[in-house]
């Protein structure tokens, strides 16, 4: 079997799969010349190095060091300032401090809380695409849905939506490792930029006028003791509460219901049996997950399934390869949305586990059981989706479909 290695490739953007498989049967740590670190695609290797605290999430100073000292690396100096503040990028036991108040945020009753704002919002935008039997289902539906939920949850204008989401993918490019963006530094740089003085006005506005919402919470919380957030650090928790908030969902969503329509059978025992949506989540999870990387940094020296691994090298553990690993899943690569045993890492594990997990499944939940309610007939309008270049995530960047009403 012959494999194009390079993860850049379009093929392999298109459909990694295969390459995740050579790699779990052939080469389970694989030195990247292109990524300059190691890949790995196990589960039992990705689950170790996701818990292992000897595996560091902090790679913005590693990253700083390897830049060459020009105007580029001025910008991503400012940009990680900023984003070393965020909780995903900090060892203990400043992860703790930084994790706390979100936690705060997302707290289970907070959550089911939003659940008639979520249903109500997606009725809402069924209404507004179902006269026509067609709408594309990222921008229409998928995108929307939690953007609208996250700065519902946050308190923020649902009017400044576009502007957030336009930000939020200019940041993307950096944060997510767009592989075929040149001047991803530049925008990455001046989104964050701007998102820093919005949230700014936004903190300052909440102090004012405090309310129950999750950036309030942020603000209070610790209150003068030594776990209270500095304004920097609200500032740096908000951006990263408001991009984590909707991508993973956004995702979550629009790859479900690409593998529903390419999987009808599968799509017909959720609409005869819609009790089976909850752990279908979870299979979309696995099957297609929306984190297709998770980076690591070496901290010592250490052994990777026999492979000597040395101190400051990088780790690309990758979820996608894991969740069809073929010892840890029956029927590994193929869609089974009444799966019973599904211990998927799409959200990761342990300490970094995603602190909004439980808002992306309730949104999910209330997504998929009223679009397979409300509208049948899913068809692709072209066959293969444009797939976005991010490494970190499996993004589709425009989902056309046809549907008919019941």
Not at 90 to 96: E, L, Q
Not at 118 to 131: K, Q
Not at 220 to 244: C, R, W
């Amino acid at each position: 079997m012959s494999v194009n290695t390079d993860l850049s490739h379009p093929d392999n953007i298109a459909d990694p799969h295969p390459f995740y498989e050579w790699m779990r049967r052939e080469r389970p740590v694989f030195w990247s010349d292109a990524l300059k670190g190691w890949v790995i695609t196990r589960y039992d290797d990705v689950y170790r190095v996701i818990r292992d605290p000897k595996f560091s999430v902090e790679k913005m100073a590693p990253f700083m060091a390897h830049m060459k000292s020009d105007g580029i690396a001025r910008k991503v100096a400012e940009l990680t300032r900023v984003l070393q503040d965020w909780a995903v990028f900090r060892d203990p036991p400043a992860h703790a401090r930084l994790r706390r108040p979100m936690n705060s945020a997302f707290q289970r009753d907070r959550i089911e809380a939003l659940r008639p704002f979520v249903h109500a919002t997606v009725d809402r935008l069924i209404d507004g695409v179902a006269d026509r039997g067609e709408m594309d289902l990222v921008w229409e539906f998928a995108y929307p849905l939690p953007a609208m939920v996250i700065t519902q949850m946050m308190g923020l204008p649902e009017t400044d939506i576009d502007t957030l989401k336009n930000w939020s993918d200019n940041l993307a490019a950096f944060v997510l490792s767009a592989r075929a963006t040149p001047d991803k530094y530049d925008r990455s740089h001046a989104a964050v930029m701007e998102m820093r003085d919005y949230f700014r006005a936004a903190v300052e506005d909440h102090r004012k006028s405090p309310r129950p919402d999750g950036l309030t919470d942020l603000i209070s919380y610790g209150g003068d003791s030594d776990d209270a957030l500095t304004d920097e650090e609200i500032v740096s928790t908000a951006i990263l509460m408001l991009f984590a908030g909707h991508e993973t969902t956004t995702s979550l969503i629009t790859n479900g219901m690409y593998v529903l329509i390419k999987n009808p059978d599968q799509m017909s025992r959720l609409i005869d049996d819609p009790n089976l949506v909850p752990g279908a989540i979870e299979e979309f999870l696995r099957f297609e997950s929306p984190a297709q990387m998770l980076v690591r940094v070496a901290s010592e020296d250490c052994k990777i399934a026999d492979h000597a691994i040395a101190k400051g090298d990088r780790i690309f553990a990758s979820v996608l390869g894991a969740n069809r690993d073929e010892t840890k899943f029956e029927r590994s690569s193929g869609l089974d949305v009444a799966r019973a045993k599904n211990p998927h890492l799409a959200f990761g594990h342990g300490m970094h586990l995603c602190v909004g997990a439980p808002l992306a499944r309730l949104e999910g939940e209330i997504a998929f059981r009223r679009l397979l309610e409300r509208l049948t007939d899913f068809e692709l309008e072209q066959e293969a989706p444009d797939w976005s270049d991010l490494l970190v995530t499996r993004v589709i960047k425009a989902l056309p479909v046809r549907f008919r009403t019941r």
